[in-house]
């Protein structure tokens, strides 16, 4: 009867509705992906029929989630992420698996970083040189709250030493830590740093020998915090390039009490002997002191890198994204979360910008892909089509009347 066919039309116009109300209710919602109510008709027929059948209304058929992009919103939190095209974030629930396009990730009394349901966000880990490992866990920032000091292994330096330049090694003397300026040319001073972290100041005295004898040979004499600690003979081409010594290895005692003694080699290879004057074109040292954490950084791939106040920065982490055959077959388990489904197929797991996935945005978050003026629209069919299946009704009924008030 008709009554059957306009009740199965106000159950698909209500479905309709709740489907629409549901995405504007989450058109604010970040990371939320919008639906589509999807029908199909009904007809009772048989093999031998005619194919003029009269349709028995309409069936509610699927729910298809639009998993379109978002627009991407900027923060001021570097721990906000959003995704730039396809891939989810995996979260731990518990031990289980989840996914989200929800990036508003924050650290928790223990360093994980989580959402706001207290999901970990997951990744792979870096070792203790800053390299990718192949583990996917929670992420954690507890251990890298501090940076240890790293004691100088290294120093480099590029100098041109001026070639026009007289004698003056044979005047070198040095009264209470101050060498005399009548025995070197010139100088140049760093800092340096010992196994604790300690500063340490370390300066280099360029003394010219004889240029009768030696015209292309200096003296350079290695001065931490005013003891010298080493005195080596250096040479240059006709060229005016750098010869010998390929390094210089300097061993010396911060001090009683304080870091034991230590060796780094110093390098002045890059160095010249030209007729111009003194020059320090680069003077570089790979020690540092500690350093407390100031803040982290997320780039596009992923890479999550820990900023210090010494300086220094370490990849801690890279964050993974996932990405499934079947993103409709994904089950929403709300919280703007979806759960793996047999329909979805598993998790493919993988590095941002690679496999087909998306980039991440770092002090971004994508917002809901709602078409607020799309959704309104929509609503008003709806409304219309559970106006129009209410008539038919009435009409059925006064039909049914009529009938029934038959003589």
């Not at 000091?149 to 590029?158: E, F, I, V």
């Not at 003397?173 to 140049?188: K, Q």
């Amino acid at each position: 009867m008709s009554f059957n066919t306009a009740l199965s039309g106000i159950q698909a116009a209500s479905g309709d509705l709740g489907i629409i109300g549901n995405n504007i209710a989450n058109s604010a919602t970040t990371g939320f992906k919008s639906s589509r109510a999807e029908f199909s008709d009904v007809y009772a027929s048989s093999l031998l029929s005619s194919g003029t059948d009269i349709g028995q209304g309409v069936r509610f058929q699927n729910v298809a989630q639009q998993f379109s992009q978002g627009n991407i919103s900027f923060t001021d939190n570097p721990l906000d992420l959003a995704i730039s095209g396809e891939g989810f974030f995996q979260l731990e629930d518990n031990g289980s698996a989840v996914y989200t396009r929800a990036g508003n990730f924050k650290p928790d009394a223990n360093g994980n970083i989580v959402n706001n349901d207290g999901h970990s966000l997951m990744a792979r880990q870096a070792d203790a040189n800053g390299a990718i490992t192949g583990a996917i866990a929670p992420l954690q920032l507890t251990n890298v709250y501090t940076n240890n000091a790293n004691p100088t292994a290294a120093l480099s330096a590029g100098i041109n030493l001026d070639a026009r330049e007289t004698q003056t090694d044979s005047n070198w003397s040095l009264i209470a830590g101050v060498p005399d300026t009548a025995g070197y040319n010139s100088s140049t001073t760093t800092t340096i740093y010992d196994s604790l972290g300690n500063d340490h100041t370390i300066s280099l005295y360029f003394s010219k020998l004889d240029p009768a004898t030696n015209p292309n040979e200096w003296n350079v004499r290695t001065l931490i915090d005013g003891t010298l600690q080493d005195t080596t003979a250096v040479t240059f081409n006709t060229d005016g390039s750098y010869n010998a010594p390929a390094s210089i290895p300097v061993t010396w005692d911060p001090g009683a009490g304080a870091a034991p003694a230590q060796t780094f080699n110093m390098d002045l290879s890059g160095s010249t002997q030209f007729g111009s004057n003194f020059a320090v074109n680069s003077l570089s040292q790979d020690g540092y002191t500690a350093g407390q954490l100031l803040g982290v950084d997320v780039d596009d791939t992923g890479m999550l890198f820990a900023r210090y106040s010494n300086g220094q920065s370490q990849v801690v982490a890279q964050v993974v994204l996932a990405n499934f055959a079947n993103t409709q077959g994904l089950k929403p388990i709300g919280d703007t979360a979806w759960a793996e489904t047999f329909a979805s197929g598993s998790a493919v797991v993988s590095q941002p910008g690679t496999a087909g996935l998306g980039l991440v945005q770092s002090n971004a978050l994508e917002e809901s892909n709602v078409d607020l003026t799309a959704q309104l629209v929509r609503m008003i069919e709806a409304q219309r089509n559970f106006q129009a299946n209410a008539q038919t009704i009435q009409a059925e009924d006064a039909v049914t009347q009529t009938i029934i008030n038959l003589r």
